[in-house]
């Protein structure tokens, strides 16, 4: 069965300091996964995808399929990055989205 | 704002009470889907619908119910309200039923059962 777990409920680091938001799937075939980001009270916005391996606000992702795990990373946290992050993973067939439970990420100046 | 709409905003009923929440995708987009977001169960897949028809079904209850238009618009039914219903609903459309686009995501309606 998929499954994607993200196993920090809350994240806190200061301005500047690397942050890393971990994400642990379980999936039977090839994955896509997804992070998405929803700022106070806002809507989702994706942030990132593996397939398209691009940085956004500085944020980078990578897909290891060994330990199945897709932890989001940014080297330089700014106080603009504090929001709820989302991991998700889209199946091989479905359109749909399994998401984890989410991290709140906190930078403090 | 060509992006998803989502309609109310915010929802208060009371318990046994039926509401309906509407949904528009962004243009071109032919596939929309539903979610629920609340406290204890994160954000759970509900349901899918693609040109019309359902393609996908998650953890929708049977008192939950949704169709989508020939414009292309949705509406999630939920009837029988029930304390435990109070939850952010999104809604999220992309352009085919499956594959590689991206699901963009709409504000959202708070829905509150007293």
């Known amino acids: 069965a998929q499954r994607v777990t993200q196993p920090e409920k809350l994240l806190s680091v200061f301005k500047g300091a690397p942050v890393e938001l971990k994400c642990n799937y379980s999936?039977?075939?090839?994955?896509?996964l997804f992070w998405y980001v929803q700022y106070s009270r806002q809507r989702l916005q994706l942030l990132l995808r593996?397939?398209s391996r691009e940085s956004i606000k500085g944020f980078t992702a990578d897909l290891n399929k060994g330990e199945t795990s897709f932890h989001l990373k940014k080297p330089f946290a700014q106080e603009e990055d504090s929001a709820m992050y989302y991991c998700g993973l889209r199946g091989s067939t479905l359109g749909r989205l399994y998401f984890g439970r989410g991290t709140q990420l906190t930078v403090w100046p | 704002d060509s992006g998803v709409t989502q309609t109310p905003k915010h929802l208060i009923t009371a318990t046994g009470q039926r509401v309906t929440l509407r949904c528009s995708p962004r243009s071109g987009d032919l596939s929309v889907y539903w979610y629920q977001q609340s406290l204890d169960q994160g954000l759970q897949f509900l349901i899918q619908?693609?040109?019309?028809?359902?393609?996908a079904k998650g953890n929708i209850l049977e008192r939950f119910s949704a169709q989508q238009f020939p414009d292309l618009h949705s509406e999630l039914n939920l009837s029988s309200l029930e304390l435990g219903d109070s939850a952010l609903y999104f809604c999220a459309s992309s352009v085919a039923v499956f594959g590689t686009d991206t699901q963009y995501f709409g504000p959202g309606t708070r829905l509150t059962v007293l």
């Open positions: 593996h397939i």
């Open positions: 619908y693609y040109n019309g028809e359902e393609r």
């Open positions: 999936y039977s075939g090839s994955p896509e």
